[in-house]
C-alpha cells in the first residue's frame, strides 16, 4: 500500500470521527469530500477541491433558484435544473463539480426538500471543512518529494557543469595543455545530456504540486530559468572544447588566457553557491534563494568578464606580437574568449529571471 493510500484513509478516519461527533448535522459530507478530492499530489488535489466547492456552491444556487422561486411542475422544474447545472459548469470549465453539482439538485429537491436551505448550507460548510483538511494533509503528512527531488537534482547538475569549466580553468592555467580525446569529450557531454533529460522527466511530476495554471508559478519560472541556463553552458562546453589546447605564447595571449581563467572561477564560484541555495530550498521554511549572496557573486563575474572583453579588444588584438599569429588561430583566440564571456553573460541573464521568480510552494507573493 502506498503512503498516500495510508494517508488517505488515515485523513477519512479522522473526518469521518469529526463529523460523527459534531453536534451540527451531515458531518459525513467530510469523508465523502476527502475521499473524492485528496490525491498523492498538492496541485491534483487542489483542482478537485476547486472543482467540488465551485460545483457544491452552484448546485445549492441553482436548488434553491427552482425548487423556491419557479412554480412548476416537477419533472420539467427537475429537468431544467439540470439542463442549467450542465450548462453553467461547462461555461465554468468545471470537468467532475458540474456532477457534484446536479446530485445536490437531484437530493436536496428530492431527499431533504422540506429542509433544501439548512441541509446546502451544511453540505456546504462541511466541504470546506474537508477540502482544508485534505489540502493540509498533502502538505503535512507524507508530503510529496517531487519538488525537493528536482532541486537536489537541479543542484547535482550544476555542481557537474561547474566541475567541467573547472577543468577549462585548469587547462588555461597550465603551461602545456592537453585537449581532450574525442571520446571522453563524448562520454562527459553525454553524462550531461542524461542529466538534463532526466531533470526535465522530473518537472512533470513535480508540476503536479504547484496547483492550478502551473505555467504561471514562481518554481515553474525557476525552473524553466535553471533548463535555460544548463542548456546555454553545456552548449558554451562544446565550443571550448572543440577547440584546440591553448598555446600559452607569446605573453600577451598567456596572460589573456590567465583572465578567462579568472572569469572561468567566477563563474565556478557563482555556480556553486546556486547548487548550495538550491540544496537548502524545502516545503518549510527555506523557501527562496539568497539573491543577495548570488547577486554580489553576480557583480565579481560580471566585472571579470569586462575586464576580459577590454583586455582582448584593447591589449591582445592591438599588440604587436599578435600580428605575427597566424589568422586561423587568432580566430581560435577570440572565439574562446567570447565563449567565456557569453557564459558569464547567460548567467547574467538567468538572474533577473531569478529574481522575479522567487520560489513559494505553499502560496504565492501578492502581485
Not at 193 to 206: D, F, H, P
Not at 332 to 339: K, N
Request: with cysteine; aromatic share 4%; glycine share 8%.
Amino acid at each position: 500500500m502506498l503512503r498516500s493510500d495510508l494517508r488517505l484513509a488515515l485523513v477519512t478516519g479522522l473526518g469521518a470521527g469529526f463529523g460523527l461527533l459534531s453536534p451540527m448535522g451531515f458531518g459525513y459530507y467530510i469523508p465523502l469530500t476527502t475521499a473524492a478530492v485528496l490525491t498523492s499530489s498538492y496541485g491534483n488535489s487542489l483542482n478537485l477541491s476547486i472543482q467540488r466547492m465551485l460545483g457544491s456552491v452552484l448546485g445549492v444556487i441553482v436548488l434553491m433558484i427552482f425548487s423556491r422561486d419557479l412554480q412548476m411542475p416537477l419533472a420539467l422544474a427537475l429537468g431544467l435544473a439540470l439542463a442549467t447545472v450542465r450548462f453553467l459548469g461547462g461555461a465554468l470549465g468545471l470537468q467532475v463539480g458540474y456532477k457534484v453539482a446536479g446530485n445536490i439538485v437531484i437530493m436536496g429537491w428530492l431527499v431533504h426538500g422540506a429542509g433544501e436551505t439548512s441541509w446546502g448550507t451544511a453540505r456546504l460548510f462541511w466541504t470546506a471543512i474537508g477540502i482544508a483538511l485534505s489540502l493540509w494533509a498533502t502538505r503535512t503528512i507524507w508530503p510529496s518529494k517531487s519538488i525537493p527531488n528536482l532541486h537536489q537534482a537541479l543542484a547535482t547538475m550544476v555542481n557537474a557543469l561547474s566541475e567541467e569549466f573547472s577543468l577549462e580553468a585548469d587547462r588555461l592555467e597550465q603551461d602545456a595543455p592537453a585537449r581532450l580525446s574525442m571520446s571522453l569529450r563524448r562520454q562527459r557531454r553525454q553524462a550531461l545530456l542524461k542529466q538534463i533529460n532526466a531533470i526535465r522527466g522530473q518537472r512533470e511530476s513535480a508540476q503536479l504540486e504547484l496547483g492550478v495554471d502551473p505555467e504561471h508559478h514562481p518554481l515553474h519560472e525557476l525552473w524553466s530559468e535553471l533548463d535555460l541556463l544548463c542548456s546555454q553552458l553545456l552548449s558554451v562546453l562544446d565550443g571550448l572544447r572543440g577547440l584546440p589546447a591553448p598555446i600559452q605564447s607569446p605573453a600577451v595571449i598567456k596572460a589573456l588566457h590567465r583572465q578567462e581563467a579568472e572569469v572561468l572561477h567566477q563563474l565556478i564560484t557563482l555556480l556553486n553557491t546556486l547548487a548550495g541555495e538550491l540544496r537548502k530550498l524545502s516545503l518549510g521554511d527555506k523557501q527562496t534563494l539568497n539573491l543577495d549572496t548570488l547577486s554580489h557573486l553576480n557583480r565579481n563575474l560580471d566585472a571579470a568578464s569586462g575586464h576580459l572583453v577590454s583586455s582582448l579588444e584593447k591589449d591582445t588584438l592591438q599588440d604587436h606580437e599578435t600580428q605575427a599569429i597566424a589568422a586561423a588561430r587568432m580566430r581560435q583566440i577570440v572565439l574562446r574568449a567570447s565563449l567565456i564571456d557569453h557564459a558569464a553573460s547567460a548567467l547574467r541573464n538567468c538572474k533577473p529571471g531569478m529574481a522575479s521568480s522567487t520560489p513559494v510552494t505553499g502560496s504565492r507573493p501578492d502581485p
